[in-house]
């Protein structure tokens, strides 16, 4: 049966040409970067002209992306660095934060006494900037703050500009997780001033176990992992050569093509938005996934209007991947922690939460076919 998969917010298909690249790396480019015998120093050039090519497209130093096996762990880099090294005693975040992000931050409150302060939300999701302004404003407590750019389970998007300057304006420091955004969405860290954002090459189509954390220059974050000096000391342990390489040479695919790309896929999720409020009466779009502006493209939230636990077990019989934006653990199913927080008891109770997540390799056949899939199984 050929599969339908809508889960790239999930991961996505390695391209063919970035697995090239990497068993190309794999069969000649063996050496230790940091051995210093020629093999050595050829494998470190792969490391640095990638950092480079990160470093050009987010306008900042290379110096400042420092290679890690994914997006968890520079969010936990940063996080907990932040608060060991740059004297962080206060962390503003929100609830609805990726659980790596989440996790960190309850870990650094009960380690280390940090005192931490949810945003409230509203019922599509959003934070209140003017909240997090007052809440600067109010103390003088070393703050780091840490919003994620783009939700990964209902796709709204920060505004990462407004959010950066309220807190230079009053001395905090500024973390995004922008595993669900870099290559993407055009990111210019010379012009939003962003102190820490981090990257995992798996959401565009690059391997698994390779990442970077953006660390700005001014700030003095220390090792997480202790050992060698590889990746100026921040980070010890021989570098993921072969990961970097997939890495690189998917984030080079994806902002070469991102115009290309990101209106191919707005597309397919107005297809989707279109043809799913047709044939499903009463479905409910989650967050903002129906305003471009402030929604993700590649990623669209639904409730279908009755409760079905079952359903993502139904189309993955029918050869559909999606994510049903809930976990399932001993049998029972979990509300998402997301919309958990966002939508009212009677919506949880009535509704079956499903995210559709596409990438350009998804086509309007691929929606026709859930879609299909979804008026069979829900009996309309
Ligand atoms: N942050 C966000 C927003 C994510 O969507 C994910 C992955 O699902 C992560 C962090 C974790 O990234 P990784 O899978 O590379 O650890």
Redesign the pocket.
Known sequence: MEKIYLDN??TTPILDEVIDAMVAVMKTNYGNPSSTHSLGQEAKTILEENRRLIANELHVSPAEIIFTS????S?NLIIKSAVENLGVERIITTEIE?K??YEAVLEVKNRNGVEVVYLKLNEKGDVNLDELEALLKSSDKVTLVTL?HAN?EIGNILDLEKTAKICKENNAYLHS?T??TMAHVKLDFSQIPVDFA?C?A??FHGPKGA?FAFIRKSTHLRAQIHGGTQERSLRAGTENVVGIAGLGKAFAISVDHMEQFSAQIQEVKDYAIAQLTEKIPGILFNGRCTEKERSLYTLLSLSLPSMNPLIGLQLDIKGIAVSQGSACSSGAAKPSSVLSKILTEEVQQSTTPLRVSFSHQTTKQDIDVLVEALVEILGL
């Open positions: 917010a999930a994914c997006g968890t762990e969010n990726h790596c992000v994620m990964n997780d595993v669900q981090s995992s798996h959401k990442g």
